[in-house]
């Protein structure tokens, strides 16, 4: 019974190691992404003058507003899928990343469907990088 227990203790302590080894080679604190999706656009690109003024007089009513979504992020090097995040109702979200080239694409939470056009980002070491991406409403 000693045996079998001292063997027990040797396989959970090789175990422990390669689990501390593994999350050292993970992303380092601090490196990877931060930013916030966005939908857009609120109104129509292209749109008549109200009551004859021009449209750059016209009130700002149609900008784009934060909204919750999936964001996809692809390592660039293999084309493999890192993971998937969802951001906060405010449109933020945060992920830790090995230094490296990744797409960001958003998603409909909804379904999965691609919703913007994806985004390619460059992450440096010990690097937060910031960016915006877009929901895309299908307004015209």
Known sequence: ????????????????????????????????VVGTVVAGPGCPVHAEPLHRQPTSSQPATCSSRAVQADVRVRDVQSGLDVGTVRSSSDGRFEVELDPGEYELQALDPADGSTVGPPQLVSVAPDEMLETTLTFDTGVR
């Open 1 to 32: 019974m000693g045996r079998m227990f001292l063997t027990w203790l040797a396989v959970m302590t090789v175990l422990a190691a390669c689990g501390a080894g593994e999350a050292d080679a993970g992303a380092a604190r601090g490196t990877g």
